[in-house]
């Protein structure tokens, strides 16, 4: 082998190693930028989800909804406080649905952060949401169908292991 063929070949290695590099970091620059985009959705659930009329929104769906309404015809005809509750937990877990099941936020984040919730959220609504779409024949609520779904098959205590978060009970 002559040397203008081994500098060519250093030159080739040289090259290729360089394009490697290149896509690695353009590779880490989309994953920031998009990290950075998807902060202040995340930070506006967890906002929402503190506030004081989503909790007692959850409350009154998880604990009186199905005591004081049958779900046979849905929920357009509820009076419209039920319907606002209705609507401000269906809905919002509904939008947190559709972000995970297109890949804008991590699924893992949150059913890690709002698993159970979304279960008994769902198992109250479900009987509404399945009559309105009988009725109405309409698809509501179908990503907060899937991400409950998603929910059962992936506990809080799944993500929360394969996180390793450690526990430090009190003395």
């Known amino acids: 082998m002559n ?10 290695l040289i090259s290729v ?5 290149s896509v690695t970091m353009a ?3 989309l ?19 503190r506030s004081l009329p989503f909790s007692q929104s959850l ?8 005591q004081n309404y ?7 005809n509820l009076p419209e406080q039920v319907k606002v ?4 937990v269906g809905l919002f877990y509904d939008d947190i649905g559709k972000l995970v099941a297109h890949g804008i936020v991590d699924e893992q984040l949150i059913l890690g952060a709002y698993g159970r919730a979304i279960l008994k959220a769902w198992d109250k609504l479900a009987p509404y949401v399945y009559a ?3 009725k109405f024949g309409n698809l509501t609520m179908v990503y907060f169908e899937d991400l409950a779904s998603r929910a059962s098959l992936t506990t809080m205590q799944d993500v929360h292991g394969m996180l390793g978060l450690r526990s430090r009970p009190p003395a």
Do not use: C
Request: no cysteine; glycine share 2%.
């Open 132 to 134: 309105e779409r009988q």
């Open 27 to 29: 590779r880490r620059q």
């Open 3 to 12: 040397s203008a063929i081994a500098w060519n070949l250093l030159a080739l």
């Open 17 to 21: 190693a360089a394009l490697a590099t």
């Open 85 to 88: 509750h209705i609507r401000r």
């Open 59 to 66: 409350e009154y769906v998880r604990d009186e909804l199905t």
């Open 70 to 76: 049958p779900a046979l015809d849905g929920y357009r």
């Open 31 to 49: 994953k920031l930028a998009h990290d950075s985009n998807v902060l202040p959705i995340i930070i506006d659930a967890f906002r929402e989800t």
